[in-house]
């Protein structure tokens, strides 16, 4: 079955920056979309940052665009998000998610798998 294992998360004091990366095994389909998503304490889940494998475009939520990138090493099945001048409102837990068939790029909903999720905090 497709396990995903997040990695990359820690503290850092805002303007720092993190990487973020995702270890997939298990896929049986040849289109298969993934993305990153947070949930901050107190506040819905919300996407990110989305990319289909293969695929050379990305799609971002407004608040980290110019700010996070998203990509893919399909050699080593690892999908990664560097984030920079990261904000206290960064702060969450950030979960790698995949599906086998096409979703909305950033609503939970359509995604089937996931991670256990890695910790950001940024703060002063």
């Known amino acids: 079955q497709v396990q995903l294992v997040e990695s990359g998360g820690g503290s850092v004091q805002p303007g720092g920056s993190l990487r973020l990366s995702c270890a997939a095994s298990?896929?049986?389909?040849?289109?298969?979309?993934m993305g990153w998503f947070r949930r901050a304490p107190g506040k819905e889940r919300e996407g990110v940052a989305s990319?289909?494998?293969?695929?050379?475009?990305?799609y971002y939520a407004d608040s980290v665009k110019g700010r996070f990138t998203i990509s893919q090493d399909n050699a080593k099945n690892t999908l990664t998000l560097q984030m920079n001048s990261l904000k206290p409102e960064d702060t969450g837990t950030y979960y790698c998610?995949?599906?086998?068939?096409?979703?909305?790029?950033?609503?939970?909903?359509?995604?089937?798998?996931w991670g256990q999720g890695t910790q950001v905090t940024v703060s002063s």
């Open positions: 998610a995949a599906v086998s068939w096409s979703a909305t790029p950033l609503a939970d909903y359509g995604y089937k798998y």
């Open positions: 298990g896929f049986t389909y040849r289109n298969y979309l």
């Open positions: 990319i289909y494998i293969g695929s050379v475009t990305p």
